[in-house]
């Protein structure tokens, strides 16, 4: 069973548009989520993260709001860049002291000049 | 300051063959992880460590896969008798284990082919 669901696989948006990256998750146990980014032949990076306390977190170009009744988390770049061109993973965790992570499919990401 | 170091970067090697896969986690973190990220299942954890201590394993596929962390800043994983189903790319990554910090940081991963 697929805890963590990016549904979609790839997406492309004009540069200086927004980009919206969307994910869903199942288990109510996870309190914690983060997004990564990651380019071809290098590990993911972490990008931003949010606590289940919060519907929403900022830093910079990115943004992620999420919705606990929803069960559903969206990263917003705005304005997108060409360097922002790579795959992007949603992740969560449980609360307490609980590390693992699960992992979504990844959301390819590409902004066109 | 130096991140996840992870070597080789890349292995080829035939069926049946060993491999092991080292990681040095960036210093001062307490926690490290094992992934491996493949097309079909994407990224998984197959094990991770607290303090040198493995605490979940249940990643692991099967007894072909080994982990240890013999001190702090080291950490093998290895694969006897390796198959072509283990081609994949596997990556270390570590956190701090501080109260509140949740944040993983990741190697540039070992790109694994096994013929």
């Known amino acids: 069973d697929q805890q963590v669901k990016q549904n979609s696989p790839s997406l492309s948006v004009q540069e200086g548009r927004i980009s919206i990256l969307n994910c869903d998750y199942t288990n109510s146990m996870f309190d914690y989520f983060l997004w990564y980014k990651k380019y071809p032949a290098e590990g993911p990076t972490f990008l931003i993260s949010?606590?289940?306390?919060?519907d929403k977190n900022e830093d910079g170009r990115f943004t992620v709001f999420l919705n606990k009744s929803a069960k559903h988390l969206s990263l917003h770049i705005v304005p997108s860049q060409p360097g922002d061109s790579a795959v992007y993973f949603c992740a969560s965790i449980s609360g307490g002291g609980a590390q693992k992570l699960v992992f979504g499919q990844g959301t390819r990401l590409t902004i066109n000049p | 300051d130096a991140g996840v170091i992870q070597s080789p970067r890349h292995e080829v090697t035939e069926m049946g063959q060993e491999v092991t896969l080292r990681c040095k986690p960036i210093?001062?973190?307490?926690?490290l992880f094992w992934y491996r990220q493949t097309m079909m299942r994407g990224l998984e954890l197959l094990i991770y460590?607290?303090?040198?201590?493995?605490?979940?394993d249940s990643g692991m596929p099967e007894d072909r896969f080994s982990a240890k962390m013999p001190n702090a800043s080291f950490s093998t994983l290895k694969i006897q008798p390796s198959e072509p189903r283990d081609s994949a790319v596997y990556f270390c990554a570590s956190t701090s284990g501080l109260a509140g910090s949740k944040t993983q940081y990741f190697g540039p991963g070992t790109r694994l082919l096994v013929l």
């Open positions: 210093s001062g973190h307490n926690s």
């Open positions: 460590f607290n303090n040198n201590v493995p605490i979940d």
């Open positions: 949010i606590s289940s306390i919060k």
